[in-house]
């Protein structure tokens, strides 16, 4: 099921609807920038190979198993998502800034801020890297989950969010970009006016 929600997700086109393409499609959780990433591809946009595999979905709907939307207000939303009261599939995004293991914590570690139960295998590799004090092995353990929760569908990554920004004629340095991936202009110190 996992796998064909994935399939049947249109990211370039989301990407060109919400931020004029400005959002780079991918696989991973955390950007590719962040240490200790794995770059995955994101899966391919495949609508006949997704039917095919909800030939399942139809059975499960036969059972009263279906999906609805349901639109919520943005505080409404927050305030649900942290209270871990959604159910079903939801559209979600994470600003956390760090390195891989942030990003998998928060989502995928049982436990974790925005994890819906869990996995023990992937729970006990994340302790085995966050003991780690050789890098290398630590990058290792880390692809290693990365590649699991890839592998499983755990989580469907439509795209590193970057939204379109317009920077009037009075600015010299509008800070985008300057702490890469960081979309925001910041730091703000750094956020410059051409001088008249």
Same mark, same amino acid.
């Given at each position: 099921?996992?796998?064909?929600?994935? /399939?049947?997700?249109?990211?370039?086109?989301?990407?060109?609807?919400?931020?004029?393409?400005?959002?780079?499609?991918?696989?991973?959780?955390?950007?590719?920038?962040?240490?200790?990433?794995?770059?995955?591809?994101?899966?391919?946009?495949?609508?006949?190979?997704?039917?095919?595999?909800?030939?399942?979905?139809?059975?499960?709907?036969?059972?009263?198993?279906?999906?609805?939307?349901?639109?919520?207000?943005?505080?409404?939303?927050?305030?649900?998502?942290?209270?871990?009261?959604?159910?079903?599939?939801?559209?979600?995004?994470?600003?956390?800034?760090?390195?891989?293991?942030?990003?998998?914590?928060?989502?995928?570690?049982?436990?974790?801020?925005?994890?819906?139960?869990?996995?023990?295998?992937?729970?006990? /590799?994340?302790?085995?890297?966050?003991?780690?004090?050789?890098?290398?092995?630590?990058?290792?353990?880390?692809?290693?989950?990365?590649?699991?929760?890839?592998?499983?569908?755990?989580?469907?990554?439509?795209?590193?969010?970057?939204?379109?920004?317009?920077?009037?004629?009075?600015?010299?340095?509008?800070?985008?970009?300057?702490?890469?991936?960081?979309?925001?202009?910041?730091?703000?110190?750094?956020?410059?006016?051409?001088?008249?």
């Amino acid at each position: 099921m996992r796998l064909a929600a994935s /399939l049947a997700i249109d990211r370039r086109s989301i990407s060109e609807a919400e931020t004029v393409g400005a959002s780079i499609p991918t696989g991973n959780i955390a950007p590719r920038e962040f240490d200790f990433v794995l770059p995955l591809e994101p899966h391919p946009y495949e609508p006949a190979r997704a039917r095919q595999l909800l030939m399942v979905a139809n059975y499960l709907g036969a059972i009263g198993i279906k999906l609805k939307v349901r639109t919520m207000e943005r505080a409404a939303f927050i305030a649900a998502r942290a209270a871990k009261q959604l159910r079903g599939v939801c559209i979600c995004g994470t600003g956390r800034y760090g390195n891989a293991a942030v990003r998998i914590e928060e989502t995928v570690i049982t436990g974790g801020t925005f994890a819906y139960g869990g996995y023990p295998d992937l729970d006990d /590799l994340f302790k085995q890297q966050d003991a780690e004090t050789d890098r290398g092995k630590r990058e290792a353990i880390l692809h290693k989950i990365q590649r699991m929760m890839h592998e499983r569908v755990v989580v469907a990554p439509l795209f590193l969010y970057i939204w379109p920004s317009g920077i009037g004629p009075r600015v010299e340095e509008p800070g985008l970009m300057l702490i890469n991936p960081y979309p925001w202009s910041a730091p703000y110190e750094d956020v410059r006016l051409k001088r008249p």
